[in-house]
């Protein structure tokens, strides 16, 4: 909570325009934990915030199980489910990472459907990725998980900023949901 207090006080003069918040916590939530309305404050700021889905193992779950924990169950947060490519360019044969918890967020009704709640918003490669490991210059790392999925999208959210940079957040969110399979 510190660290978003802290980034929505400097972001501006630092120009930060995207975070990712690659923290999940297990407990569901329908949007309005103080975590998640930190976050939608961090949009109404101008900044993309991504934040991973989280990890049936991370929560002691069966994958698959329906869970949405903040900081994802912010309504303007991209929030990011992982997928495993399986190794392979082909796009016909990716998974869901085999630790995968599912939406929708707890407060989703289809008699009165609130369409802020249909999370994750978006996925991405989680399954065996490598990256740099911390605290090192030359070293990498394998791990697996959202919190590996997440970066992507926030990468990818960082380009449609430097191609647009009048967008806002919102806007940068529908782009890459639009565009995701293209």
């Known amino acids: 909570a510190e660290a978003l207090d802290w980034l929505g006080l ?7 325009r995207v975070a990712n918040l690659s923290i999940a916590f297990c407990t569901d939530d329908d949007g309005t934990s103080a975590i998640a309305q930190q976050v939608n404050h961090l949009v109404s700021l101008g900044i993309v915030v991504t934040a991973a889905h989280g990890n049936a193992s991370d929560c002691l779950l069966t994958p698959g199980t329906r869970l949405t924990s903040y900081p994802g ?9 992982g997928t495993d490519d399986r190794a ?10 085999s630790q995968f ?7 989703f009704n289809l008699a009165s459907p609130n369409l802020l709640a249909l999370k994750p918003d978006i996925a991405a490669p989680g399954d065996n990725i490598r990256a740099a490991r911390y605290n090192s210059t030359d070293r990498y790392a394998t791990d697996s998980g959202t919190s590996m999925s ?3 999208v926030a990468g990818a959210a960082a380009i449609v900023l430097e191609a647009r940079s009048k967008i806002d957040p919102g806007g940068v969110k529908d782009v890459l949901k639009r565009t995701a399979d293209t």
Not at 10 to 16: F, K
Not at 73 to 81: E, I
Not at 101 to 107: A, E, F, I, T, V
Request: avoid cysteine; aromatic fraction near 6%; charge should be negative.
């Open 10 to 16: 400097h972001a501006h003069a630092l120009e930060v």
């Open 73 to 81: 169950s912010a309504s303007y947060a991209v929030t990011v489910a």
């Open 88 to 97: 392979t360019v082909t796009r016909s044969d990716e998974a869901d990472f």
């Open 101 to 107: 918890l599912r939406g929708p967020r707890n407060d």
């Open 150 to 152: 997440s970066p992507h």
